[in-house]
């Protein structure tokens, strides 16, 4: 079975504090992927990053950063510094080598930075 | 700029009413999928069609249809809406058939509202 648990609901931070998003998967596939997507308010889904199970480096992206743990069956993402603009429904999602053609997706962070 | 565009952005239907959501896509993909997303969940795939070939997810209701007249254009039909298919519909596309391929585009949705 492929599952997505993304346990914070909501989250809000003031400006310029760093924020952490739990993202714990669950795949009997030896070959996966793990993405994060950003969905503003306007409501398309914006493609941040895709992590394959091979590669367990961390990432860092400008003031966005990503920790894969396979030990733990995480893929968590930090935002540095965060901003107003980072408002929005944060989502993890999985796709395993036999489930090519979807994506499980998590429930979904929504993020609220307060100026 | 290569994308997927959705139109309408929002859409309201009568209760019962047939009605149409489109998608185009000028990235030339072979695959172009729709995604239901209702409030603050996350995306459900509704069905896909790979090249030609229609797949429908197993518990996608009858009352969703979707047609892909050529490579660009793909439609998604609710033939009877009900107050429950109120959602967010997104359309996405990939150049290939996994979700693990390069370019998994997604369009900006149609906000559908039934009344």
């Known amino acids: 079975a492929q599952k997505v648990t993304q346990a914070q609901t909501e989250i809000s931070v003031v400006e310029k504090e760093d924020v952490t998003l739990d993202c714990v998967y669950e795949?009997?596939?030896?070959?996966?992927?793990l993405f994060w997507y950003k969905q503003p308010p306007s409501g398309e889904l914006v493609f941040l990053i895709r992590?394959?199970?091979?590669?367990?480096q961390n990432e860092i992206s400008g003031r966005y950063s990503w920790n894969f743990q396979k030990s733990t069956s995480s893929f968590n993402f930090t935002i540095t510094a965060s901003q107003v603009v980072d408002s929005a429904v944060y989502f993890c999602?999985?796709?395993?080598?036999?489930?090519?053609?979807?994506?499980?997706f998590g429930t979904g962070t929504s993020l609220t930075v307060i100026p | 700029d290569a994308m997927v565009i959705q139109n309408p952005r929002y859409q309201v239907t009568q209760f019962g009413k047939p009605v149409t959501l489109s998608c185009s896509q000028t990235?030339?993909?072979?695959?172009m999928y729709w995604y239901q997303q209702k409030s603050s969940q996350a995306p459900k795939l509704l069905f896909h069609?790979?090249?030609?070939?229609?797949?429908n997810e197993a518990d996608t209701p009858d009352n969703f249809q979707s047609r892909r007249p050529n490579t660009s254009f793909c439609f998604l039909d609710i033939r009877s809406p009900g107050l429950g298919d109120a959602a967010m519909y997104l359309c996405?596309?990939?150049?290939?058939?996994?979700?693990?391929?390069?370019?998994?585009?997604f369009g900006s949705g149609t906000r559908l509202t039934v009344v």
């Open positions: 996405a596309t990939s150049r290939d058939g996994t979700a693990i391929g390069y370019g998994y585009t």
């Open positions: 069609y790979y090249d030609k070939d229609f797949n």
């Open positions: 795949t009997r596939d030896t070959t996966y992927y």
């Open positions: 990235l030339n993909h072979n695959v």
């Open positions: 992590r394959n199970s091979f590669d367990e």
């Open positions: 999602a999985l796709s395993g080598a036999n489930t090519g053609n979807q994506f499980y």
